[in-house]
Every structure is written in structure tokens, then in C-alpha cells.
């Protein structure tokens, strides 16, 4: 319960109708969570505007409602006009749960690939290092005994709030969450005091959300900017657009990197399906997590580890213990075909899955299913596409999450992308349980299937809805059937 007068602490506020000195017991932007002495804040939505539920949101039991539309509310509601309600969304949730994130180390990783296993890597890290610590990530929220699934890679500010007091009350010191390019825009994370900021890398992805490459960099850019004096900023010194991201930040700018001098480094010694064999600060350690991309993200936990104040044998010892994320890299060995499920689903996230292969060099075939996600950036489909064709011996083009799109048009667009030449090589099946099967059953012994595209995901999305799926179970499904 927080005083209403309390919570509108430094809320900038064009007007007031109603008595401010009420007690709120809940907060929520969605009129159907809203309970009694509930504080409703009504807001424009990517798709739906919250002020057209305002009248749902008080017969659900809302005493007051903050909103940025002069509209009608009844005498008894308390009405609170602000200029946009996004803007003070945040700040409202931040008051209204006594400032989690003040409470606690909030380190944020954002980049377009490998936010997920660094996140989750600094979460069981700290975790074995003896400091209780919080996860907010794509797959799953985890505090203590507590694990819920994730709805967005970033909640909403309310929630984010919520979810960040509840660490605090379970005696959490650090929380670790990953920060979406969505979420910097939808201004989800205002009022987040972050101690500490990744940047893991930028590709190309959600253009078409962000319209251009250039808003999507200003959008990452933004969170860097805004990093108070007394946090600190690591960004992966190998990426061409690291340095931009910190060019105006009053964080204390930290690099690490693989090919460049940074202030954390690395050298691969192998490289292989089982695992890494890296030179960190003059350390040989072996790590059960394969490929050069996850090279940079067992970089990004050990650097910021290092920066919390931690001791670097006792870092490296616990992160050689660290077993691969679920969706991540995941490799099952059927009888010497080895099947790789992985959640890539950009161009750079593909290649860097196959470019481990061709780097490890396997003596078989690579055979890579994959498709591409419906209602999203299409430019990236034939970009896919050809480096599907260029890096594999086999690709098998099916439906990934289609959602309100026809799915064979989209293996259309990625198949646009395929070399002409290339083109004998390349299959195209739409039901992607017949896909996996057609890719394990061309499979020899010596052979690599990748499986790229959902990872940990549990459903396939069609014309708006969720049908159970799941890779994994799919893949044993063939495996059990073929033994019996």
C-alpha cells in the first residue's frame, strides 16, 4: 500500500481532479489486472490506446487513473493529467515500489545477438560466486526459488518494478537483465538506475520496427547515454559500432574483444563441438560452451565480473561450469550425427552458427534448417537465405513463427536470396516437423544438422495462435522413432 500523493512524488503533472491522499494497493497499465484501489495508468500502445479502457479499469476497482487525454472520468475517480503517461510511467512504478533498482546492482546487456548467454552466464556466475542475484531475460524471470516464463525480453515498466522489488525482497543484491532496442524506445526501462551496461554487438535486425539501421543504433546509443556517472559501460571493442555507443556516455567505458587490444581479451586455442579452450588474462580454461560467438559472451561475463570487484580464478573457475543456455548452441550427438538447436535467427546469428561449423571443420555435411519469422523485417529473409546456401551443404527452407503472413511466401523471400548457382541444394518444406525429420534423415554419421531460428521456444505462432512446438521434442521424437 503507497499514499497516492507519495507516489506522484516528482511527477510532473498538467492537473489534478480528486483527493490525492488515497491509499493504492496495485498498479497497471491493463484495465483487466486493475484490482480494488488500483492506480490505472492509461497510455498509447503500439496497438491499442489505454484511455479506451479507462471505464473498464474503474469497474475492476481503479480509484484513480493517470492519463495524457483530458477524457471524461467520473466525479469520484481521482484524475491526474499528465503530458504523455509513457514518460511517467516509469518514474510512477519506481515510486510506488520504494526504488528497487536503487536497492540493487542493475547490470543491463544489450546487442542484438548474445544478449540471453551473457545475461544468464553473469546470472549463475554471481549467483556461484556466493551473491544472490536476479534474471530478467528473453527465456525466463528468476529470483530465489521463484522462475516464471518470460512474456517480453524487457517487461513493461510496471512490472519491471515489480519484478525488480521482488529480487530486493528476496535478498538479492544484483539483478541482471537483458534491455531490448523495443524497450529503450517504448521507454520501459525510465527510471531504471542501472550500476552497469553491456554492449555485446549490432546487426541487422528489427527494421521493421526501427525503419532504418541508423535508428536502431540511436535507439542502443540512447541507453548508454543516459548511464549515470558512477556505472560502468563494456562494450565488445570487435564491433565496428561499439565506440559510437559510448561516444556521449558519463559511465566508465570498459572494452573487451577477441581481435583487438581491449581491457579484457581473449585467444581462442580450440574450438570444437564439445566446447572452448580460451586464453583469458594469461588463464588457460576450457568452457563447455562452443563457438567464437560464445567466446565474446563468456568475455562480456568474465569482464563484468571482473568489474564488480571479483577475483579472476575464482570467475574463470565457476564459468568453465557453466553448461550451455537451453535454445543456445545446443548439441545432441544421435550415433555421430551431431544436431545443433539454435535460437539464430538474424543473418549475423546464422552465419556465426555456421562459420563456427567451417571453423571447427567437420568431416560430414552441414545440413541447416531454418526459416524466418512473419510480421517482422523481410529484408533480412534473402540476406538469410544466401548465407544459408553459401555456408551449408544442405538447407531445408520451412516456417519458423509465420503469424498473420502466409508461410510459403516467406520461404519465397528467402529463397530470393539464394545464389543461382546454389540453388540445387536447397529444399523447401513449409510444416517444419517434416523439415527437422527430411534434415535428420539425409544425415550420416560425421554430419552436423543445424536447427536454427525458435531455440527455447515451446510454440509456433500462427494467425495469432500459439500451437505447442518445441525443436528439442521434435528432434527426439525422430531420434526415439527411428531406434524402435
Known sequence: MKNLKDILHSIEVESIKGDINLNIDNLSNNSNTIKANGLFIAKKGYKV????????????????????????????????????????????????????SKKLKVIGITGTNGKTTTATLIYQLLNNLGKKAGL?????????????????????????????????????????????????????????????????????????????????????????????????????????????????????????????MADFHARILENTLEGLHLEI?????????????????????????????????????????VEPINGRFNVINNDGVYIIIDYAHTPDALENILNTLNEIDIDGKIITVFGAGGNRDKTKRPLMGKLAAEYSDIVIITSDNPRNEDPEAIISDIEKGVPTNLNSKVYKITDRADAIKMAINLANKGDVVVIAGKGHETYQEVKGIKHHFDDKEIVFQIINSKKQ
Not at 568475455?299 to 568489474?307: D, R, V, W
Open 281 to 321: 588474462d594469461g588463464y588457460d580454461t576450457w568452457f563447455l560452451l562452443a563457438g567464437k560467438f560464445n567466446a565474446y559472451n563468456i568475455l562480456a561475463a568474465y569482464g563484468c565480473t571482473k568489474i564488480l570487484g571479483y577475483d579472476k580464478q575464482d570467475i574463470l573457475s565457476e564459468l568453465s561450469k
Open 136 to 260: 530478467i531475460s528473453t527465456i525466463t524471470y528468476k529470483y530465489g526459488n521463484v522462475e516464471l516464463p518470460s512474456i517480453n525480453t524487457t517487461p513493461d515498466a510496471i512490472e519491471l518494478n515489480r519484478l525488480l522489488n521482488e529480487m530486493w525482497r528476496n535478498g538479492c543484491k544484483y539483478a541482471i537483465m537483458e534491455v531490448s532496442s523495443h524497450s529503450i524506445v517504448q521507454k520501459r526501462i525510465l527510471g531504471i538506475n542501472f550500476s552497469g551496461a553491456i554492449f555485446t554487438n549490432i546487426t541487422h535486425e528489427h527494421l521493421d520496427y526501427h525503419g532504418t539501421f541508423e535508428n536502431y543504433i540511436k535507439a542502443k546509443k540512447t541507453f548508454f547515454d543516459n548511464l549515470p556517472a558512477d556505472a560502468f559501460a563494456l562494450i565488445n571493442i570487435d564491433n565496428k559500432n561499439s565506440k559510437i555507443m559510448v561516444q556521449n556516455t558519463k559511465a566508465q567505458v570498459y572494452t573487451y574483444g577477441l581481435a583487438k
Open 49 to 100: 490506446d489505454g484511455h479506451d479502457f479507462v471505464n473498464n479499469a474503474i469497474n475492476n476497482g481503479a480509484v484513480a487513473v493517470v492519463c495524457s487525454e483530458n477524457i471524461p472520468i467520473p466525479e469520484n475517480i481521482t484524475k491526474i493529467l499528465v503530458k504523455d503517461s509513457t514518460d511517467v510511467e516509469g518514474k510512477i512504478a519506481d515510486n510506488f515500489y520504494d526504488h528497487p
